[in-house]
C-alpha cells in the first residue's frame, strides 16, 4: 500500500487504483481488518480470495512475523485440505480466482487431497459424504448396562462420485486423472463415476445437445468423458453408457480417434446391448434415419475380436462355439436392429445384405428374426426388382426356421415362388422325420431293458447267422456252377446280389472275416477285395476253397477261372 501511495503521489493522482485485485472489496476487507487487529472469519468460501488478496498486497513474513499469509497456510493445510467436502469447495473457488489461486498451487493441493481421499478404505470413511445419500446412524441399545452404540451402515465403494460432480468440466478432469494415477481405483468405479458425471450434464434432448448455445460445451464434456474411460477394454462401463456417449459423439461431432475408441470399447461388449441402444442418428450428408455404417464397424469388431480369440484356443470345436452366449445374443440382437431399420425407406439393399452377412453363421441357429427383418424390408420396399427379392431372401436359410415361420412363410406373397416351394419341402421333411423318430423311439423302448453289452452281442450273433447262411447258399451255388457255365455264371449273378441285400453292418463284417481267413500268400486278393464295393464276397470264398486244391496256380487266374 504504501508503494501504491507513493506511486499516486508522484503522477499527482487523488486515487489510488488496483488492476486485477483477487477476491474483489470482500477480500480487501479480510485483509484490512487483519491490518487493524480486528477479528477476521475465514471458511471454504473465502478463504481462497483471502489467501490471492494477501498475496497481491505482499502480507508476507518479511514485513512482519505472523502475518497474514502464514496464517492463511496454517489454516489451509491444518483444516480444509483434512475436509472433503471444504476441498471440493475450495477448488470450486478457485475457479473464479485464476491464475492466482494456481500459481500459488491452491488448485493443484486441492486435487492431491480428493484424489486421495477417494482412495480410503470405504470402511474408514465416517463423514457425510453426498448431498443425496447421507450416511445413517442406527442406535441399538442392548440391555441396561451397555452404551449406546452407533452403528454406521457400510459405504459403497463410489462413494465419493456425486460430490465431484459440482466441479466443472476442466477441473473434474484433473481430478478424475489424479484418481486413476493414483492406481488404487477399481475400473468400475472409474466408470460408474464418468456415467454420473455425463448424466449431471449432459442434456436430454437431441435438440439442446445439437443447439449453438451449448454445442462446443458438450462436445468438450464428451471428449474428457472418452479420454477418462478406463483401460480395462471396457469393463469398467456398461455397454449401454458407451452407446449413448457414442450417440452424443456422432451428434456432436467430435473427433474421429476418439469415436474410434468408443467403437473399439463398445464392440468388446456388444452382446450386452440392445436394439434400443444401438439406433444411432444419422448426421448430414447421410440420408438414411440411423447411423448404419457405425453399427456395421462395431459389428465388424466384434467379429475380429470373436476369430482371434478361436485362433487362440485352435481346440475350441464349432459346437463349444455355437454354444457361446455372447455370439448368439449378437446374432439375435443384430437380428432384431435389421427389423428395426428395415422401416427406414432410404436403406439401401445393400446396407442391409452387407450389415446381414457381416455376423457369422454361427450366431444364426435359427433365422426366425431374419426372415422377420426380410419380410420387413420387402414390405416396405415394394419397388424391389424381382433379382432383388431373390437376393435379400437368398439370406436366410429356410431349414432353420421353425414352425410358425415356415406356416408365415409358405403363405407370404411377398417371398419369390422358389422360396416358398422351399418352406413347403422341407417343412415335409421335417415332418417325415419327426415321424420317423417316434417309431424309432417306439423300438427303442421294447429294447431298452438290454445292457448296451448284451444288445451288441444280440447283434453280433445275429449278423454272424446271418452271414454263415449267406455263404452257405453261395458255396451251394458254386457247387452247381461247375456243371454248367451259363448256370454258373447266374448263380453267381444271385448270389452276388444276395450279398448286396446284408445289412451295412454285415457288410464290413464279411470283408473282415475275408481279410482274417486269407493266407500270407495272398496279399495282392486281400487288398483287391477289401479296397473296393464292386467285388462280390462270394468271389473270395471260391478263391480260398481252390487254394487248397490248387496252390501252383496264381491267385489273379484262380479267381478269373472261377468268374
Given amino acids: 500500500m504504501q508503494k501504491l501511495v507513493q506511486k499516486a503521489s508522484e503522477d499527482n493522482c487523488d486515487e489510488i487504483i488496483m488492476v486485477d485485485f483477487p477476491g474483489g472489496p470482500n477480500a480487501f476487507e479480510i485483509c484490512a481488518k487483519f491490518c487493524y487487529g480486528m477479528a477476521v472469519t475465514l471458511n471454504a468460501y473465502n478463504v481462497v480470495a483471502a489467501r490471492c488478496a494477501a498475496e497481491y498486497l505482499e502480507m508476507t513474513e518479511d514485513v512482519d512475523r505472523g502475518n497474514l499469509i502464514f496464517k ?12 472433503w467436502k471444504d476441498s471440493i469447495i475450495v ?23 480428493i484424489a486421495s481421499k477417494t482412495s480410503v478404505d470405504p470402511a474408514n470413511i ?57 492406481g488404487r481405483m477399481d475400473g468400475a468405479v472409474i466408470g460408474e463415476a464418468l456415467k454420473t458425471y455425463a448424466v449431471r450434464w449432459l442434456p436430454d434432448s437431441v435438440d439442446a445437445l445439437v443447439s449453438g448455445v451449448h454445442s462446443w460445451r458438450n462436445k468438450l464434456l464428451v471428449e474428457t468423458i472418452a479420454c477418462l474411460l478406463p483401460s480395462d477394454n471396457g469393463v469398467g462401463c456398461s455397454c449401454s453408457f458407451l452407446l449413448k456417449l457414442l450417440k452424443v459423439a456422432v451428434l ?16 468388446l461388449k456388444l452382446h450386452e446391448a440392445s436394439v434400443k441402444d444401438l439406433l444411432i442418428p444419422a448426421r448430414s450428408p447421410q440420408t438414411t434415419l440411423y447411423d448404419v455404417g457405425m453399427v456395421q464397424s462395431i459389428v465388424n469388431q466384434y467379429m475380429t475380436h470373436e476369430q482371434r480369440s478361436q485362433d487362440v484356443e485352435p481346440g ?78 437368398g439370406l436366410m436359410d429356410v431349414k432353420k426356421l421353425t414352425m410358425e415361420a415356415s406356416m408365415h412363410a409358405a403363405q407370404n406373397d411377398r417371398l419369390p415362388l422358389r422360396v416358398v416351394v422351399q418352406v413347403l419341402f422341407f417343412e415335409q421333411v421335417k415332418a417325415a422325420t419327426r415321424a420317423q423318430s417316434r417309431n424309432s423311439d417306439a423300438r427303442a423302448t421294447c429294447v431298452s431293458k438290454m445292457s448296451p453289452d448284451e444288445e451288441w ?27 454248367n457255365s451259363k448256370m454258373g455264371k447266374k448263380k453267381s449273378r444271385n448270389s452276388k446280389s444276395a450279398v448286396q441285400l446284408l445289412p451295412s453292418r454285415s457288410r464290413r463284417i464279411f470283408d473282415k472275416l475275408w481279410v482274417v481267413g486269407v493266407g500270407k500268400g495272398h496279399v495282392d486278393n486281400r487288398s483287391s477285395e477289401t479296397s473296393g464295393s464292386s467285388q462280390s464276397p462270394s468271389s473270395a470264398v471260391v478263391v480260398r476253397d481252390n487254394t487248397t486244391k490248387s496252390s501252383g496256380v496264381p491267385s489273379r487266374h484262380r479267381r478269373h477261372s472261377v468268374s
Fill in 72 to 83: 492463511i497456510e496454517v489454516f489451509l493445510n491444518s483444516s480444509i485440505f483434512h475436509s
Fill in 91 to 113: 477448488l470450486r473457488t478457485a475457479k473464479s480466482l485464476l491464475p492466482w489461486s494456481e500459481n500459488l498451487k491452491i488448485v493443484g493441493r486441492c486435487i492431491d487431497s
Fill in 126 to 182: 465416517t463423514w457425510s459424504y453426498t448431498y443425496n445419500r447421507k450416511l445413517s446412524v442406527q442406535d441399538k441399545i442392548v440391555g441396561d448396562s451397555m452404551k449406546l452404540q452407533e452403528k454406521i451402515e457400510s459405504v459403497p465403494k463410489d462413494w465419493w462420485v456425486e460430490d465431484i460432480c459440482e466441479l466443472e468440466i476442466d477441473l473434474y478432469k484433473r481430478v478424475m486423472t489424479a484418481v486413476k494415477s493414483k
Fill in 252 to 267: 456432436a461431432g467430435i473427433d474421429d480417434s476418439s469415436k474410434e475408441d468408443l467403437v473399439k470399447r463398445i464392440s
Fill in 316 to 393: 475350441k470345436s464349432a459346437g463349444f462355439v455355437l454354444g457361446h452366449g455372447s455370439l448368439l445374443s449378437v446374432g439375435k440382437l443384430i437380428d432384431g436392429y435389421l427389423g428395426e431399420i428395415a422401416h427406414d425407406q432410404n436403406l439401401s439393399l445393400t446396407s442391409f445384405i452387407d450389415l446381414s452377412c457381416s455376423v457369422s453363421e454361427l450366431a444364426r441357429p435359427v433365422h426366425d428374426g431374419l426372415y422377420k427383418a426380410i419380410d420387413i424390408y420387402l414390405k416396405e420396399h415394394p419397388s424391389l426388382t424381382k433379382a432383388e427379392r431373390k437376393k435379400i431372401c
Fill in 457 to 483: 452281442d444280440k447283434t453280433m450273433g445275429e449278423d454272424c447267422r446271418s452271414l454263415k447262411k449267406k455263404m452257405s447258399e453261395v458255396e451251394t451255388n458254386e457247387d452247381g456252377g461247375q456243371k
